[in-house]
């Protein structure tokens, strides 16, 4: 009895040991991989901003995390103020996300002084794969939804045609086009200084399983 006692606790011992090292081993690589993590998105934001605003000599003066209830939920977005190589203020890229048909779509949205959306990136989405997915390239210049040139300063938001506006929906996607659209003008009304839930432009109509 005494033995198996003994070896038990020799066990529970080395068990113990063993889970220590681990966890110290794993909080290593989590500490040491952070630092890069963080600069690559830092990086992939900053590439994102250049692109949605269309210019590479830019400089993000000011970055924002604006709290706005939408849809009784609290949400943030992040808006970055961005000024040419004179100095000029150009405008602001603006993360901005809603909820899609597979999670949550977030966007980043470039917008001139004027209001008129310069260009989007997707920077996250969990859309049907050939459906939804196809939002990254849906809405750009040469796409069949275009927004780009759009403007968003005289209070009328992008609506889907099916809604009664004027943007051609994401072919069998009309719940990937709602969501981003929302997302677009939320970001729009964030930059305004406006309320992103009262004009956020889309439906809100529950998730009946179309996609």
Known sequence: MKKLESSLTNMVV????????TGGLLAWVNNFTAEPIR???ELVLAEGIKSVMGVDDITVTEKDTITENVD???????????SDA?????????????????GDLKLLVGFDAEGKVLGYTVL????????GAKADKWF??????NIIGRDLSDGKPLVVDKDG????????????TRAFLKAVNQAYAVYAGQDADASSGA?????????
């Open 140 to 145: 750009q210049k040469d796409g069949k939804g």
């Open 86 to 102: 004179n100095g000029k203020f150009i405008g602001a890229a603006v993360e901005s996300s809603s909820m899609g048909f597979g």
């Open 39 to 41: 600069a690559q998105k």
């Open 14 to 21: 080395v068990l113990v040991a063993v889970a220590v090292i």
């Open 72 to 82: 009784g939920k609290d949400c943030e977005f992040v808006l970055h103020k961005v």
């Open 124 to 131: 996250q989405h969990s859309e049907t794969p050939g459906l």
């Open 165 to 176: 506006g004027d943007v051609d929906a994401i072919t069998a996607s009309t719940i990937t």
């Open 203 to 211: 439906s809100k109509r529950a998730h009946s399983g179309e996609e």
